[in-house]
Structures are given as structure tokens and as C-alpha cells.
């Protein structure tokens, strides 16, 4: 009956909480370039690490011929679907004092957040690549056979012509380990001017109440999507430009 | 990998990980409610001045925070759970437990009270009316200090909610921020800590209803992880950090810590 305006007045407070993390975006301090800064490290570093890692074992699997195959990219593709929380827990119990990886003391340490985040987004990259690869040599297979060209060669040629899918394949890696909060939670701790980055920050201020705050720190995270995305783009474009100049 | 931006990113990245590892730096394992309430913002930069060391915080509920303890991944304990403290120092986890402060439990709920239980004094009275009532309460469900307290307030009462979970009672096992936003979205009661409740942002119309009864009592104790049962507990820094807290001057750092004119916490170490 008298919902209307509670709507109208609640639809008021969704605009002002906009307003206002606007204004704590614009009131930028230190505390949240340090913040913003590790996120960045952190996703960008597990990124690396999984390029390193995904790129050879999504090749090998399109390439290579082995018994078993199947059931690795079956599990691989699973894996795509892991939960963060559950990998941040594996991690915890690996990373813990009494775990096996306990003595060099890397629980609640930015090295256990690049490690959960790493083993979240290889997955990931190795699958994506898989199907790219698995795709072209497919297409190409029997013509760099009858051309004697070596397989070194032929992967080469197979990764400069999907290098823009594989682009791809790692902006949804880093788009996946800079947005998780689950698995830094956990083996991170949220440790102030240690381990708090945006996606646990965010966690933090939402359970303070302070959702204007959150939402802020929310806005700033998908500018930084927006800003690497766009980085990304533009590096194609001009790519291309120069490719077919 | 090749382009040199790319590897002098990951250069910086790897570096600057390592500039921790020099500092006399300990892990407090901690309830939230000390961090939530700004607490630990507000004495952590004393700590650190007078007695040169860096505290870690890892903030979960009470039950995580001994568990963890228990694993040894934490010097130092902070938790308002008195039985399942004394049970960690007896079971040889902790050296030795102390009061450090306390505070109460309240019984908040939306202004239009529909259990009608507002200035109540007697919790177990007004959590029967609520059971009566069958208006929405929810609970931490989590295994904190705050959810062990609230279950022993239910025992009191002789009144077993969990029969109407899912229905009346409702158990978010989530911390209690987390709870608190949901309470405030669902019209529901809840049991929380002052501290967290006075800082709390996103309040709505929502107010205390029942408070000042002696079964309110919260008191928050402190303990060194046993070095004996963890080798890597850094037990000098450790005391160093419970000796501050239990001094004087920390007692009076913990009485001056104020939100909108009001204490949160009281010190009473002994």
C-alpha cells in the first residue's frame, strides 16, 4: 500500500551511497593505493607464473599423445570450476605451521596469495589453450607434416597466430584472481599494510556496515578491470593496424 | 615473457614481497569484534611506538581463531570465549590466560519491535518472548565467541531454537558484521557484542533492545601460543605484546578508545 515512496526513498539511498563512495574515491588516501598496489602485485605475479605454467601444458595437451590424455583435460577443465574458498583452504592446510609446508612460515604472507591465486587461474589459461592450440593443429597438422616443418617450428607458428585468443584466455586468468576473495581470505588473513587487498577490503567494509565505503573500493576494482582491459585492447588494435600495414 | 616490461613488473612484484621479513613482527589470532569496532586502529600504533613491534592481525570468529592457534599459526590469542580459553591453556596449546577487558552483549532489533521486548533488562525472558513471538532472530551459527554466548543464553532460557532453524531461527554462519547486515535486511533480532553494534554503519532503524542484565557479561581474554607445542611461536615479542596490553598503560589506551563519546571497552586486568 504504502510501498511507493519506501521504494522512492530506498531508491534515494542506493543514489546517495553512490554519491558518496565517489566522493571517498576522489578523497583517495595512502591506505588505499597500498591496498589497490598489492592487488595488483599479487594477481599480476600468480598471472606470470601461470602463463608459465598454463601456456606449455595447454600446448602439450593439444600436441602431445599420451595414454591418460583425456582424463587430464577432463580434470583440467574441472578444475576451471574450483571454488576459490576451497583452493584458499587447500592452500591454508598446506601453508600452516603443522602442514608439510609449514616450516617456511609463508601463511598470511602475500607469497600465500599469489599461491592460491596461481593454482586458481593456471587451470584456467592451460584449458583455454588447449582448445585454441587443439584447434590450429588440427587445421594444420597435415600440412606442416608434408612440409617436413620441425614441431618446435609449428608451435611457434601456432602461438604468434593465436596470440590474440590466448590474450584472451589470460585476461579472464587475471580477471578471475584479482576479483576472488574466497582463497585470499583465508591463507592472506586480511592483515592490514600486509596482506588486505581490494576484494578482502571490500569483505572487511561491508561487514563494518560501511556499504557506501565498500562500494567505493568496489567501483575503484572494476575501473582497474576497465583500465587493463582497455590497455589490452588498444595494444590489438594498433597490432593489427601495423600487421596489415 | 620476453618484453622487458613484463619482466620488470614481475621484478618489482616478486621484491617487494620480501621487505617484510625483517621486522620483529608477531600474529595476534583475534574475534572480530576488537577489530571491527576499530580497536586494534586505535592501540596498534602505541604498541608499535612504545615497544617496537609489528602486530599482524588475522580477525575470524573466536572458534577459528583457537583452531588456528591450535595449528600454530598465530603467537598470540585474542578471543572472548572464557571455557574454550581455559580448555586451550589446560589442553597445553596456550602458556597462561588473562583477563584483558570486557564489555556486554546486547539484544538489537528493528524499531517496531514486533516480540515487543524493548527495555527489557532480562534476556531470558525476552528471548522466550521472541521464541513465542516466533519473530525472525538470527544467529551467528559460527562457532564465535558471540554465537557460544548466544547458545548458552538460549540454554538459560529453556528454550531450544534450533528446532525452528530455517523457519524463525535463522543461522547465517557468518561473522558478525555479515549477521548484522542480514538482521537489518530481514527485520530480524540478533544477539551482538556493543562495540560492534556502536560501529556499526549500516544500522537503518534498527536499536537495542534488551541490555544491562548480568548473563550479558563479554569478557575478552588473552593468551601466548605455547612455544613448546610451536617452535616458530615468536614468544619474547609475544609477552612483550601481553605485558604492554596488561600494563597500565595499555589498560588506559583500552579505556580511552572511544566511538561517538562512548567506551567500548572496559579493562580489567588484574
Not at chain 1, 588473513?189 to 560501511?210: F, W, Y
Amino acid at each position: 500500500m504504502h510501498s511507493f515512496p519506501k521504494m522512492k526513498k530506498n531508491i534515494f539511498m542506493l543514489i546517495e551511497a553512490f554519491s558518496e563512495a565517489f566522493g571517498l574515491i576522489l578523497s583517495a588516501d595512502a591506505d588505499l593505493y597500498e591496498i589497490l598496489w598489492l592487488s595488483i602485485q599479487v594477481s599480476l605475479t600468480a598471472l606470470l607464473i601461470s602463463i608459465a605454467l598454463g601456456l606449455p601444458i595447454g600446448t602439450t595437451l593439444a600436441i602431445a599423445n599420451f595414454p591418460g590424455k583425456t582424463i587430464c583435460i577432463t580434470v583440467i577443465n574441472s578444475l576451471m570450476g574450483m571454488p576459490p574458498v576451497v583452493i584458499g583452504l587447500l592452500v591454508y592446510l598446506a601453508l600452516s605451521r603443522s602442514g608439510p609446508f609449514g616450516v617456511f612460515g609463508l601463511l598470511y604472507t602475500p607469497t600465500a596469495m599469489v599461491i592460491a591465486q596461481m593454482l586458481l587461474i593456471t587451470p584456467i589459461i592451460a584449458a583455454l589453450t588447449y582448445q585454441v592450440m587443439e584447434d590450429l593443429h588440427k587445421e594444420y597438422r597435415d600440412l606442416f607434416f608434408s612440409l617436413s616443418i620441425p614441431l618446435d617450428k609449428a608451435v611457434a607458428a601456432y602461438l604468434w597466430d593465436a596470440r590474440y585468443s590466448l590474450i584472451t584466455a589470460v585476461l579472464a586468468g587475471f580477471g578471475r584472481a584479482i576479483s576472488e576473495v574466497g582463497a585470499v581470505m583465508i591463507v592472506g588473513g586480511n592483515i592490514d599494510h600486509l596482506t588486505r587487498v581490494m576484494t578482502t577490503a571490500i569483505a572487511l567494509e561491508t561487514s563494518k556496515g560501511e556499504l557506501s565505503v565498500a562500494l567505493g573500493l568496489g567501483i575503484v576494482l572494476l575501473v582497474l578491470a576497465l583500465v587493463v582491459n582497455g590497455l589490452v585492447t588498444t595494444v590489438r588494435t594498433r597490432a593489427r593496424h601495423y600487421g596489415y600495414a | 615473457m620476453r618484453h622487458p616490461i613484463i619482466k620488470q613488473l614481475s621484478f618489482v612484484a616478486l621484491c617487494s614481497f620480501s621487505i617484510f621479513s625483517f621486522a620483529d613482527s608477531i600474529i595476534v589470532q583475534s574475534t572480530t569484534s576488537t577489530k571491527n569496532s576499530g580497536l586494534y586502529d586505535y592501540i596498534l600504533p602505541k604498541v608499535s611506538t612504545d615497544i617496537g613491534i609489528k602486530v599482524n592481525v588475522v580477525a575470524v570468529g573466536t572458534g577459528q581463531a583457537i583452531k588456528n592457534a591450535q595449528r600454530c599459526d598465530g603467537d598470540v590469542l585474542l578471543v572472548h570465549a572464557k571455557p574454550s580459553e581455559e580448555r586451550f591453556v589446560a589442553q597445553g596449546f596456550g602458556i597462561e590466560r588473562f583477563d584483558l577487558m570486557y564489555n556486554d552483549f546486547v539484544i538489537i532489533g528493528p524499531s517496531d519491535d514486533p516480540a515487543l521486548i524493548k527495555g527489557s533488562n532480562d534476556v531470558s525472558e525476552a528471548l522466550k518472548k521472541i521464541a513465542v513471538a516466533e519473530a525472525i532472530f538470527t544467529s551467528r551459527g559460527d562457532d564465535s565467541g558471540t554465537h557460544k554466548a548466544e547458545v548458552r543464553l538460549w540454554k538459560d532460557s529453556t528454550i531450544d531454537p534450533t528446532k525452528a532453524s530455517g523457519q524463525w531461527y535463522r543461522e547465517t554462519g557468518s561473522g558478525m558484521g555479515a549477521t548484522l547486515n542480514i538482521a537489518v535486511g530481514m527485520n530480524a533480532y540478533a544477539l551482538t557484542d556493543r562495540a560492534t553494534w556502536t560501529k556499526f554503519g549500516n544500522k537503518g532503524d534498527f536499536q537495542i533492545h534488551v541490555e544491562g542484565d548480568q548473563k550479558l557479561f563479554n569478557q575478552y581474554g588473552v593468551i601466548l601460543v605455547n612455544p613448546e607445542n610451536c617452535p616458530n611461536v615468536n614468544a619474547a615479542a609475544g609477552q612483550k605484546l601481553i605485558d604492554w596490553l596488561l600494563s597500565k598503560t595499555g589498560q588506559d589506551a583500552i579505556a580511552s578508545y572511544q566511538v561517538n563519546g562512548n567506551q567500548l571497552f572496559y579493562p580489567n586486568a588484574r
